[in-house]
């Protein structure tokens, strides 16, 4: 009863949008950059605080990137410099958005604007190179890369790590879907929720699934007045059901040679790359502890 209270009381004071028509012309700035000049051997990664504030984990990512790919261009951003490489107002987009993004939300479009626009290679701040990409990634020009989701029931992207060039088709679609999304006329912000909420407003209505998990999985849950932490997974899910798109999605190159936050360390070792966390929960497990050491041990014998 309590969690029903606290549901309709959200509901009721959710705050309002003002009736104001979509702007079409903010989601077309987006693709309206000129990014000569910036190499597609780049690789993007973002920690708002800034690299000299980050945990220990962002900082030892950030190494092994660089260590490990000396013939790429590694660029670290932050809240001081995204400026130089988005061209829309950044912060200010989001005062648009009928959706209510957090960091992690935020990021997703990040990732998305900087590989339609720029290329290159993607990776989360918190994720480890354990071999050079040159020893293993090789996409075409028109390709998209992520490994394949090993687990999930409801996902097919794996977000952390993406690949692909400049204007490539993928990752044009999905921005604009993304931009669509999130900026679409409501009468009400979208609050975002997690995996487990998804599951319980949604599984009886048989809308969990990689074939199903799209537009009417985020229909129906903004009918209810909310987005999914997932949302951009469900829009990736809806992009590559044409199968033109879906030809391109270059995922055979070692789909499962990398190891998510638990697995073993056997598993770790016979990855090319590897996902980790901050939080602290995380970090005091005997897994990372032995991770860290390992990524110590490999920069040590580099030098």
């Known amino acids: 009863m309590n969690n029903l209270l606290k549901s309709i009381r959200r509901i009721l004071i959710r705050p309002k949008l003002n009736k104001v028509e979509p702007d079409s012309s903010l989601v077309n700035e987006f693709f309206k950059h000129n990014c000569d000049g910036v190499s597609s051997k780049t690789i993007w990664i973002f920690w708002d605080s800034g690299l000299y504030d980050a945990p220990d ?4 990512s950030y190494s092994s990137w660089l260590r490990e790919n000396p013939d790429y261009d590694v660029v670290f951003l932050d809240s001081s410099n995204i400026a130089h490489y988005v061209k829309p107002n950044w912060d200010s987009f989001f005062n648009h958005c009928s959706v209510k993004l957090g960091a992690a939300g935020k990021s997703d479009l990040l990732r998305l604007y900087l590989l339609y626009n720029y290329g290159g290679v993607w990776v989360d701040a918190t994720t480890f190179c354990l071999k050079p990409l040159s020893d293993w990634l090789n996409i075409n020009d028109n390709e998209f890369f992520s490994f394949k989701e090993k687990a999930a029931s409801d996902r097919q992207l794996v977000s952390w790590f993406l690949v692909c060039k400049k204007h490539n088709e993928i990752a044009g679609f999905l921005l604009r879907e993304s931009l669509n999304y999130l900026t679409r006329n409501r009468k009400y912000i979208l609050d975002v929720i997690g995996l487990k909420s998804t599951y319980k407003l949604t599984k009886l209505d048989n809308l969990i699934g990689r074939e199903c998990s799209g537009h009417l999985l985020l229909n129906h849950l ?12 469900y829009l990736f899910n809806e992009v590559i059901k044409n199968k033109k798109i879906a030809c391109l ?3 055979e190159i070692y789909p499962y040679d990398y190891a ?3 697995d073993d360390i056997n598993t770790f070792m016979n990855s090319v790359v590897s996902k980790q966390t901050y939080r602290e929960k995380y970090i005091k497990k005997e897994n990372y502890k032995t991770r860290k050491k390992i990524l110590i041990a490999q920069a040590d ?3």
Do not use: I, K, M, T
């Open 57 to 60: 984990v962002v900082q030892l």
């Open 222 to 233: 903004e009918s209810r007045g909310y987005a999914p932490y997932f949302w951009v997974f």
């Open 301 to 303: 014998r580099n030098h």
């Open 260 to 262: 998510e936050l638990d």
């Open 249 to 251: 999605w270059s995922n």
